[in-house]
């Protein structure tokens, strides 16, 4: 499965999202696997990976080699405990030093590949500046969050960076058509301009088992299922999931399980808990 | 004298130059009386002008009234004392912030004046978000230094920045045939691009009077005289003056007056003292 003699060099930025940080931690999610894992998979192809991304610890050092040809690469950005309201504000730092970076070393990168806007905002500059394509990802929109209306407060500014970056990329690349339709409606984008390639599953890890022998594996009761995988915040909608449960469990026998991360003492689940009693529907739920 | 029926709303941005700091203190030159005074005759002419700048004093206020039509606005972009070297880092936070500020007071701008390139990074974007034309002024350029060898560091960032600026702006403002040509000769600019516009003289303040009883009135000595004028910088080159004067001195009797700064004990000008003094010329300049 090598592509040696086709091998690209490159850059994947991922300004606030690290890679290398505990899964389940705050604001680390779906994002971080996803993009650990594409630059895990494109290192195994052969290709020369090299992970942007900003300083979250002093223990960090520089750069990480994280498995075949891919390589974590930590820069200044802002402060290390910055808030994430405030990310926006330290992008040019970032840049710059990202920018010292590549010429330090004399590499030229085939392609720049980015993560979340801010990252996006990152790699117009970079691609502008270097003359090389831009990939543009994501991952949530801030038009998509407040047509949610899903309390996060989304500012004007996110926007028009959202609309300037689609409008510079090569290719907007979305994972679901789902995405690919909300940008198009959202922000007025011609479907040519977006890709859509569907996220890939661990062949390895996820396999198919018999229903009965999972269950009894993970010690969940065999009857009907709703589960919920991911952080506890309220974008992610969970009081609609319980309303929903309360509604079906009228007429049905339904259990869910949620499975978020460490988050003993958190408000969000806190008032989850409380909005589940006061529905009556505690005991079917496994937080 | 006014225009009122064709006034426009004019932003000009100075990032690091305050248009409101003391002439002569360090990082306080020509670029700032520039912007004050084009920032006055425009608001005396009837338009109205906002001039963005950072805060540089815990003691500034937001706004100050700058006469006629003319508004200083002070906006977070990075620490008060930051290094000029490091002021790249915060061009994306001012960005940030003056897109805030012009969202929340709905103001339509017409056109954006930059200053310096760090201020035509920032008026890039803000051109970009908000689709108004960009005018860009230099003042200095990275590579008009580099070729002069004045010994500052110039990095390939600001240069592909600046690169980058000349290209997105609808057009290029400068004050002297010279300065269009060197952005022609070195950044590769069309012409075309590039508009002229020689800096007013304040004709109430300066104006012509017989030179002898100019020269009496400031005390100094009628015979051949050499002005400078101008802050006490490598970048100026006062040691190339001071070779020229003790060149000319053998066929001439010159004297030579440098007007800068408040710099007493100032590493620059003791040098340049220690340089005349050697060179056996101290006797025919006044520092």
Redesign the interface.
């Known amino acids: 499965m090598t592509v040696e003699k086709d091998a690209m060099r490159l850059a994947l930025i991922s300004f606030h999202g690290c890679p290398v940080a505990r899964l389940g931690e705050k604001d680390t999610g779906g994002m971080n696997v996803y993009v650990l894992n594409l630059a895990s998979e494109l290192g195994n192809l052969g290709h020369h990976v090299d992970v942007f991304t900003r300083y979250h610890d002093v223990k960090d050092p520089q750069i990480v080699e994280l498995g075949l040809n891919v390589r974590v690469i930590h820069l200044n950005g802002g402060p290390l405990l910055e808030r994430k309201e405030d990310l ?6 970032f ?2 030093n990202m ?2 970076f590549i ?1 330090q070393e004399s590499i030229e990168y085939d392609l720049v590949h980015s993560h979340y806007w801010l990252s996006g ?1 990152i790699a117009a500059e970079i691609s ?2 270097w003359n090389i394509p831009h990939v543009s990802t994501f991952h949530t929109l801030a038009k998509t969050k407040l047509r949610a209306h899903s309390g996060e407060k989304e ?3 996110r926007v ?2 959202e609309s ?1 970056i689609m409008g510079s990329s090569n290719t907007i690349l979305v994972l679901t058509e789902k995405e690919r339709e909300d940008i198009r409606e959202l922000y007025g984008v011609s479907p040519e301009r977006i890709t859509v390639i569907p996220a890939g599953v661990d062949a390895e890890r996820f396999n198919a088992e018999d229903k009965i022998t999972s269950r009894k594996r993970v010690c969940i009761a065999d009857k009907e299922t709703i589960l919920f995988v991911g952080r506890i915040e309220p974008i992610k909608g969970l009081n609609i999931l319980l309303d929903a449960l309360k509604t079906l469990s009228n007429s049905r026998d339904l259990q869910l399980i949620v499975v978020g991360g460490n988050l003993s003492g958190d408000k969000e689940l806190t008032a989850l808990r409380e909005r589940a009693k006061n529905l009556g529907i505690s005991k079917m739920i496994d937080f």
């Open positions: 926006a504000f330290h992008t040019a730092s840049t710059a920018h010292e010429s905002k502008r500046i500012t004007s500014y028009n960076i300037e």
